[in-house]
Structure formats: structure tokens, C-alpha cells
């Protein structure tokens, strides 16, 4: 006789802690970040275009879509608009800006020295002045400059070395608006394949941080826009108009797109335009009109139009953003200049989300 069989029984499963999971999908989040930083950091070099092209995209997607859904026409159609219309006000900026450029590198390199001991007199004057024990003169500077730029060049591929710059740089330009076409055409098949990207479990918090984070992108992007072209304005009424300076339309141009650097643009703007005022100057007065301008662009942009078209949501106070600019200068360059205030932003708004998550936790916890 045959003994009875003894039933199975399931064999008691681990059971993972709700901790434990959170434990490891936040482990998840931090090495994909993690992996991003790393992979950003290797193809620095080639992320401008990109970075430049996604920008003007996330900024007039919205403008394309409206326009569609109001007149019921096909989307590509204003899409195309759009992007011809980009493309001929950067065409316009360039026609205006390049002449000026290579007239001042012609006019600098053919007489360098002669440039730098005129520029040197301005300070110093004539004579011979004693610094540290050793006698200075303009003429002096002016012939030790020179022979350092043509020591510099005359090395073994420098000259190839700026031939290639060149053409990268041509080549960026272009790669630049054949990306914005393509962001344009299809960015929502582009934005769907994204968030695709993103856990599935992440996705509900990703999401809401999106909806929170775009507006104030958005309105950031589109300020610093308006700050650009508002200091290029009142750039040339001050130093073309009222000053007289020469290449007044180049040094407007260059005080406008220098504001997109909050704190070291308009600084470095207003050394370089100081610059050119002082060697043009024919007298005080003219230095002392300079002085006058500076203070009453810097008091219209920083206490009246900036605040205004940037408003408090995109607010980052002024330590943490010479911090990030710092640090993305040093790890990415450029494009870590460009985006170190839209990444400190995005950090901004998912701690606000997660701790809002906590608070609510909290909240009911406490019976309230």
C-alpha cells in the first residue's frame, strides 16, 4: 500500500520590502543620469548645433502647432514658415555682423602692432612708465604682442589647426538649421520616443514634472530672447546713435547675445564696448557719456525689462547661477554655459515635485 501523497505547497516566496524597491529604482535613476552626464561629457564637442536647433524648436513648436489647429491647414506648412522665417533673420544678423567682423581682423592683423601702442597710449601715454623694477612703454607692448602672435602662428599647424575651426564652424552653422527643420517637422514623434525612453514606473513623476518645468522653460527661453534683442536695440541707440562709435551695429549685436551669460555677459560687453569708446574718444566727456549709457542699460535690464519678461518662476539666485555657469564652462564648454541655468532649473522643479510627494505623504500620515 501505497503511502498518501502529501500535497505540494508553494514555497514561501522573498518578499522585497516597498524600501527596498524604492531603494532600487532610485539607484536606477541615479546611474541613467549618471551615464547621460558621462555620455554628454564625451560628445561635448558636437552637442552645440543641437543644443542651439533644440532650443528655437521647444521655443516655436507651440507657434507651429497653434497656427495648424486654428486654420486647420496641414502642420509642415507653418513648420516651413517658421523655419524659412528663422532662417533669413539669422541670414540678416549675418550680412549685418560678418562685414564688420573681418573689416576690424583685416584692419587689427595688417597693423597689429601699430593697434595695440595706440590702444596702450590711452593709459599710459607716450613715456616710459616703471613697473616692478622694469620699464613699460606702449610701443614696448605693442612689438612684444606681435611677436607673440606671429611665434603662435608660425608653428607647426596652427594655421591648419584655424582652417579647421573654420570649416567645423561653417559646418555647424548649417548641420544647425538642417536639425531645426527636422525638430520642427516632427517634434512630436520626437517628444513621444523620449518620454518612451523613461521607465515606465518613472513615468507618472517625469510627467508631472514636465507639465511643471515647460512653462517656465519656455518663458525662459523666450525672455532671454527678448533681453537679447532689447539690449541690442538700446545698445546701438547709446553707442551708434548718441556715441558715434564705429561698428555700432557689430557692438550692439555682441551686447545683446552676450546677455544670454547672466552677470559675466554684460560685464564682458561692457569691458568690450568700454574698449573701442576709450580709443575713440576725443575727450573725457566722451568716456564720461560711455559711463552714462552703461549704467542706464544695466538699470533698465536688470530692474525693469528682465524682471518682467522672465519673471519669478524662472528666478535663480545669483550665487548658484555664477556656480552653475562655472561649472559648465568647465565640463561642457559652451553648451554647458547655454544650458546651465535651464538644467539648474530642471533640478528646481523635481525637487519641488518629489518633496511636494512628501509632503503629501507626511500629511496623511498625520491623520491630516
Not at 500535497?7 to 516566496?13: S, T, Y
Not at 524682471?307 to 528666478?315: D, K, S
Amino acid at each position: 500500500m501505497t503511502p498518501p501523497k502529501r500535497e505540494a505547497r508553494d514555497e514561501p516566496r522573498p518578499i522585497v520590502s516597498h524600501d527596498r524597491q524604492e531603494l532600487r529604482a532610485s539607484a536606477t535613476v541615479v546611474g541613467v543620469v549618471v551615464a547621460l552626464i558621462v555620455f554628454i561629457y564625451l560628445v561635448r564637442e558636437v552637442l552645440l548645433p543641437f543644443v542651439f536647433a533644440g532650443i528655437l524648436a521647444f521655443i516655436f513648436t507651440p507657434l507651429v502647432d497653434w497656427l495648424a489647429r486654428r486654420t486647420g491647414k496641414p502642420r509642415w506648412l507653418f513648420a516651413l514658415v517658421v523655419l524659412l522665417a528663422l532662417v533669413l533673420a539669422g541670414a540678416a544678423i549675418g550680412y549685418m555682423a560678418v562685414p564688420a567682423i573681418l573689416y576690424e581682423v583685416t584692419r587689427i592683423g595688417g597693423n597689429l602692432e601699430g593697434t595695440v601702442t595706440s590702444f596702450m597710449q590711452k593709459f599710459i601715454g607716450t613715456g616710459t612708465i616703471t613697473l616692478l623694477g622694469e620699464p613699460i612703454s606702449a610701443q614696448g607692448i605693442g612689438a612684444d604682442i606681435q611677436g607673440a602672435v606671429h611665434n603662435w602662428l608660425s608653428q607647426s599647424g596652427r594655421m591648419f589647426t584655424l582652417a579647421a575651426l573654420g570649416f567645423a564652424g561653417m559646418f555647424g552653422i548649417i548641420l544647425a538649421w538642417v536639425l531645426l527643420g527636422y525638430l520642427l517637422f516632427d517634434a512630436r514623434k520626437l517628444s513621444e520616443g523620449l518620454f518612451w525612453l523613461v521607465p515606465p514606473h518613472h513615468r507618472p513623476f517625469v510627467h508631472r514634472v514636465w507639465n511643471d518645468l515647460a512653462p517656465v522653460l519656455r518663458r525662459y527661453f523666450v525672455g532671454v530672447a527678448l533681453v537679447v534683442t532689447y539690449a541690442s536695440i538700446v545698445a546701438y541707440i547709446g553707442l551708434g546713435v548718441i556715441l558715434n562709435l564705429h561698428h555700432a551695429v557689430l557692438l550692439a549685436l555682441l551686447t545683446g547675445m552676450l546677455e544670454v551669460i547672466p552677470i559675466v555677459g554684460p560685464g564682458a560687453s561692457a569691458v568690450i564696448a568700454g574698449l573701442v569708446a576709450v580709443r575713440e574718444a576725443q575727450s573725457s566727456w566722451n568716456i564720461l557719456a560711455y559711463v552714462i549709457y552703461a549704467i542706464i542699460l544695466r538699470v533698465s535690464i536688470d530692474e525693469f525689462f528682465g524682471p518682467i519678461v522672465l519673471g519669478q518662476a524662472a528666478y535663480v539666485r545669483p550665487a548658484l547661477v555664477i556656480f552653475c555657469f562655472l561649472v559648465g564652462g568647465l565640463l561642457f564648454g559652451v553648451v554647458g554655459v547655454v544650458l546651465a541655468i535651464p538644467v539648474a532649473l530642471t533640478i528646481k522643479a523635481s525637487l519641488y515635485e518629489l518633496y511636494k510627494d512628501e509632503r503629501g505623504a507626511d500629511r496623511m500620515a498625520d491623520g491630516g
